[in-house]
């Protein structure tokens, strides 16, 4: 309720064009449940929920095989994903940043956006 919620707060104030939504972790969990009756890190395919700000509505990207284990379709990194919030928030993909050693750095590393993502 509460991601519904948000959206349709800031749908109903006029600001869902103008704010990135992202919900996501560094990781999911393991398709099956582990000797301990849980389930462990999976850092193999995980989820990841962006809305507002440019991005495509209703779309799924990606897809596992039916057990979950493995990607079956193009792999996206979190570069990719870091890369895809840049651009709808308009922030050029060349920007780049000084490290505290003095190194300059690109602001989305080597990631590319992800296409299906916009219109």
């Known amino acids: ?30 398709p099956n449940i582990n000797g301990n ?22 779309v799924a990207v990606g897809e596992t095989s039916s057990d979950g284990k493995e990607v079956i379709t193009e792999p996206y990194s979190s570069q990719d994903v870091m890369a895809s919030v840049l651009k709808s928030l308009g922030v050029s993909l060349e920007t780049t940043f000084t490290a505290k050693n003095g190194r300059p750095m ?13 219109s």
């Open 37 to 58: 009756g849980g389930r462990d890190h999976w850092a193999r395919s995980w989820s990841v929920v962006v809305g507002g700000a440019g991005f495509k509505r209703g």
């Open 106 to 118: 690109k602001i989305a590393n080597s990631g590319k956006v992800i296409k299906e993502l916009f």
């Open 1 to 30: 309720k509460a991601m519904s919620a948000l959206v349709s707060d800031l749908s109903e104030r006029g600001l869902l064009d103008d704010t990135a939504i992202i919900w996501m972790g560094e990781f999911s969990r393991t």
